[in-house]
Every structure is written in C-alpha cells, then in structure tokens.
T-cell receptor
Framework: KNEVEQSPQNLTAQEGEFITINCSYS?????LHWLQQHPGGGIVSLFM???GKKKHGRLIATINIQEKHSSLHITASHPRDSAVYIC??????????????FGTGTLLAVQP | EAQVTQNPRYLITVTGKKLTVTCSQN?????MSWYRQDPGLGLRQIYY???????DKGDVPEGYKVSRKEKRNFPLILESPSPNQTSLYFC???????????FGPGTRLTVT
C-alpha cells in the first residue's frame, strides 16, 4: 500500500461544478503539499499546510491531522483547471532529509 | 523573476553516452532536489542537497550523480545512461525544510 493515496485517480467534471480531490496518508507528517501539473507543463505549488484550511481564489485546501486526510476543493470549476493534481507529504520523521512522499496524482478534466 | 531553470528541456541520447542536466535557481535557496516522474509511479526523489557540498541519496539514486559546488546550481549527471532512465526529470528548490518547493520546467530524457 502506498504511503500517500489519492482519489479519484481520474475525474471529469462540467464547467461550474464543485470539485473535491482527496488525499490520505499513513505516516506522521510535518506538512502536506498540493501541486498542480498541466499537460506537458511544469509543476506549480498550490498549497503547503500543516493544519486547518487555506484558500487561494477558487481553490481551498483542508487537512485533518488526526484522520490523516486532506482535501483539495475547486469551486466554480473552469476548463483551465484541467490538470493533474498531486498530493505530497513531508514525513515528520524525515529529520533534515527534506524528503517528500508523493501520491500518483488525480487527472482532472473540466469540460465546457 | 524568481525561478528554477533546467537545460536541456528535451534530450534524446544513446545508451552509455554521458550527459549532464543543469539546474539553476535565483532565489538563494539552500535546499535543492532532483526528481524523476514516470507514469503510474508519480514523482520519486533521486538526490537532494541541503547546502553547498552537502548532498545525499533519495529513493532512486542508482545510475545518477550530483554535485553542489555553488548554492545556485545543482547538476544531475548520468555517467552511462540506460533506457530505464528514460523519464521526465524535475529539479526543485526551497528555502528550508518548511517552505514550499519551486519546480523547474522539466527535462524529458529519452535513452535509446
């Protein structure tokens, strides 16, 4: 079993829909990252969080440390949101290793 | 503009021909990492560096070398590339362990 699991693996939505992508992890962490990767493009960091909730524009990220679970929400989705969304965690016991453990990503397609 | 640059962006080479992928950041970040991304496996760390002259292995270091002689540069060296090193490579940097990572645009390497 992977240490970081994302669901769903693939998601198709209609423009305007509310979208939720989930991330569960099995290790103790010091931080969780949400990343966005457009087709053929680079990787952009969306959020880094260790507790609670963060919001940036139409994107909201939440984390529940006790349940080892995080969600990424997209409100009023748009075709330009189509991308792969990747969850990554930094193990609390990694010390100074700077090691991130990545999920395999959720491929989102938003249709007009 | 704060950025991480990688060169080349695309490279097709033959087995055994030594190559170097350069990575440079202009943010004075201490931490730098190399990742490879393969379908179904997600991102995996190859090597990381916590500062000049300080490097260590990640999860998949076999067949790769790195050096960190200057803070801004972190080249990835493949001494004798093999077809199983065909992949998409990303360099990333961050200020310290607790800050978000900035990713380079990626280098798509094909080894025939």
């Amino acid at each position: 079993k992977n240490e970081v699991e994302q669901s769903p693996q693939n998601l198709t939505a209609q423009e305007g829909e509310f979208i939720t992508i989930n991330c569960s992890y099995s290790v103790g962490i010091s931080a969780l990252h949400w990343l966005q990767q457009h087709p053929g493009g680079g990787i952009v960091s969306l959020f880094m969080l260790s507790s609670g909730k963060k919001k940036h524009g139409r994107l909201i990220a939440t984390i529940n440390i006790q349940e080892k679970h995080s969600s990424l929400h997209i409100t009023a989705s748009h075709p330009r949101d189509s991308a792969v969304y990747i969850c990554a965690v930094r193990s609390r016991y990694g010390g100074a290793t700077n090691k991130l453990i990545f999920g395999t990503g959720t491929l989102l397609a938003v249709q007009p | 503009e704060a950025q991480v640059t990688q060169n080349p962006r695309y490279l097709i080479t033959v087995t055994g021909k030594k190559l170097t992928v350069t990575c440079s950041q202009n943010m004075n970040h201490e931490y730098m990492s190399w990742y490879r991304q393969d379908p179904g496996l997600g991102l995996r760390q190859i090597y990381y560096s916590m500062n000049v002259e300080v490097t260590d292995k990640g999860d998949v270091p076999e067949g790769y070398k790195v050096s960190r002689k200057e803070k801004r540069n972190f080249p990835l060296i493949l001494e004798s590339p093999s077809p199983n090193q065909t992949s998409l490579y990303f360099c990333a940097s961050q200020r310290t362990n607790d800050y978000e990572q900035y990713f380079g645009p990626g280098t798509r390497l094909t080894v025939t």
